[in-house]
């Protein structure tokens, strides 16, 4: 079993920068892809950006430019850098990790509890 815990969220200026951080813990064997999810009201939960544990990255086209993920991979973290945060940027954003657990040395999905986001004047 892993859990994320997440931090960063808030209330922004539009133009403002935040940055969301998620830790995995647990029985950890090895964590594969993280990511970043956000689901705003009545919409469907979309992918943000993900990062490999190569660091290969890949980026809803929405945020290109703008959002920057990292992680460190001997922490089990990932971040999400936002910068010139938009009104349409406000949502609830989730952390994503594929865990292989050291009991079963099988991967799972696992999800944060989300953190929201609001940028607003």
């Known amino acids: 079993q892993a859990q994320l815990v997440e931090s960063g969220g808030g209330l922004v200026q539009p133009g403002g920068s935040l940055r969301l951080s998620c830790a995995a813990s647990?029985?950890?064997?090895?964590?594969?892809?993280m990511g970043w999810y956000r689901q705003a009201p009545g919409k469907q939960r979309e992918l943000v950006a993900a990062?490999?544990?190569?660091?290969?990255?890949n980026y809803a086209d929405s945020v290109k430019g703008r959002f920057t993920i990292s992680r460190d991979n001997t922490k089990n973290t990932v971040w999400l850098q936002m910068n010139s945060l938009k009104p349409e940027d406000t949502a609830v954003y989730y952390c994503h990790a594929n865990v292989v657990g050291t009991a079963t040395l099988l991967s799972s999905n696992y999800w944060g509890q989300g953190t929201q986001v609001t940028v607003s004047s």
């Open positions: 647990g029985s950890i064997f090895i964590v594969n892809a």
């Open positions: 990062i490999t544990s190569a660091a290969s990255t």
